[in-house]
């Protein structure tokens, strides 16, 4: 069974801190995809990215940066000189065999950044 | 424009009525879903259409009942509420059911809030 954990429940930082969200995930597939996203206060939910099993290339957009490793079963997400606008519940995912849109979510973690 | 809308936004009812939530996206799209997130922020697949065809039902019951009349629109029918329905449903698009374009993403609407009472 397919599974995601978010260790961290919730985290705080003080804003220009660097900040990392750990997402474990355990699957038995080969090919699977991993998604991360955001949902700030307000409610909306927001893709931020997917990455395949064959890609274990890190990804930077800015001040977000993913770290996929196969070899821990991880893909974290760090926040480079956190901002106020950043504090979200953010989601794990992994995807159903084959690579979908159909997800197996993890808890979420709640990132508060203090101005 | 938005991407992907849904009506209503906030949705108060009794327990036994019947309601409907609507999706529209405009982005041209194949395949639209909806979401389940629970109180206790939980979130969980419920459907997925590709080409106005039903592609996954992750064991909904079967008072929950999703009508696709174009591609455009992925309408969600709930039967005879129950208290435990009471959470944010949200509706999404992406351009592929399987992944394989990696410029690929998902859209999602801004939530419906269901509260039974």
């Known amino acids: 069974a397919q599974k995601v954990t978010q260790a961290q429940t919730e985290i705080s930082v003080v804003e220009k801190e660097d900040v990392t969200l750990d997402c474990v995930y355990e699957?038995?597939?080969?090919?699977?995809?991993l998604f991360w996203y955001k949902q700030p206060p307000s409610g909306e939910l927001v893709f931020l990215i997917r990455?395949?099993?064959?890609?274990?290339q890190n990804e930077i957009s800015g001040r977000y940066s993913w770290n996929f490793q196969k070899s821990t079963s991880s893909f974290n997400f760090t926040i480079t000189a956190s901002q106020v606008v950043d504090s979200a519940v953010y989601f794990c995912?992994?995807?159903?065999?084959?690579?979908?849109?159909?997800?197996?979510f993890g808890r979420g973690t709640s990132l508060i950044v203090h101005p | 424009d938005t991407a992907v809308s849904q009506t209503p936004k906030y949705l108060v009812t009794q327990m036994g009525n019947d309601k409907s939530i609507k999706c529209e996206q405009n982005l041209g799209h194949d395949t639209m879903y909806w979401y389940k997130q629970d109180s206790k922020k939980f979130l969980k697949i419920m459907f997925s259409?590709?080409?106005?065809?039903?592609?996954i039902n992750e064991t909904v019951p079967n008072r929950f009942s999703p009508k696709s009349p174009d591609k455009a629109h992925l309408n969600l029918h709930i039967n005879s509420l129950e208290l435990g329905d009471s959470a944010v449903y949200f509706c999404?698009?992406?351009?592929?059911?399987?992944?394989?374009?990696?410029?690929?993403?998902?859209?999602f609407g801004p939530g419906t809030r269901l509260t039974v009472l």
């Open positions: 259409y590709n080409n106005k065809e039903l592609i």
């Open positions: 999404a698009s992406s351009q592929n059911f399987e992944l394989e374009e990696s410029t690929d993403t998902q859209y």
């Open positions: 990455r395949n099993s064959f890609d274990e």
């Open positions: 699957t038995r597939d080969t090919t699977y995809y």
């Open positions: 995912a992994l995807s159903e065999p084959g690579g979908s849109y159909i997800p197996t």
